[in-house]
């Protein structure tokens, strides 16, 4: 079993930059790919970022170039840096794990989910 706890989410700007964290306990977490996803509105749940055990990662078009995402080991933490926000980006932000490296962008293939953090940015 493995617990996610998002937190870093909040009001900012357009062109403002957020870093969320993704926290985990419970079963180790470094055995995992862990995801991002986001919610807005009447919207689906879509795929922002990933990263594998082995540290590959993979963006969504629509923020590649603009995001980065890694994890610290030592913290048993992903962290998800956002910059050049836009109002389009406003969602609520989930963390996930799952085990293996495939189906990275299918948030119904990840097992663990954490409770979300909201982005909110302004024009």
């Known amino acids: 079993q493995v617990q996610l706890v998002e937190s870093g989410g909040g009001l900012v700007q357009a062109g403002g930059s957020l870093r969320l964290s993704c926290a985990a306990s419970?079963?180790?977490?470094?055995?995992?790919?862990v995801g991002w996803f986001r919610q807005a509105p009447g919207k689906e749940r879509e795929f922002v970022a990933a990263?594998?055990?082995?540290?590959?990662?993979y963006y969504a078009d629509s923020v590649k170039g603009r995001t980065t995402i890694s994890r610290d080991e030592a913290r048993n933490t992903v962290y998800l840096q956002m910059n050049s926000l836009k109002p389009e980006d406003t969602a609520v932000y989930y963390c996930?794990?799952?085990?293996?490296?495939?189906?990275?962008?299918?948030?119904?293939?990840?097992?663990?989910w954490g409770q979300g953090t909201q982005v909110t940015v302004s024009s």
């Open positions: 996930a794990a799952k085990s293996g490296s495939i189906y990275l962008t299918q948030y119904d293939r990840y097992t663990y």
């Open positions: 419970g079963r180790t977490f470094s055995s995992y790919s």
């Open positions: 990263i594998t055990t082995g540290g590959n990662t």
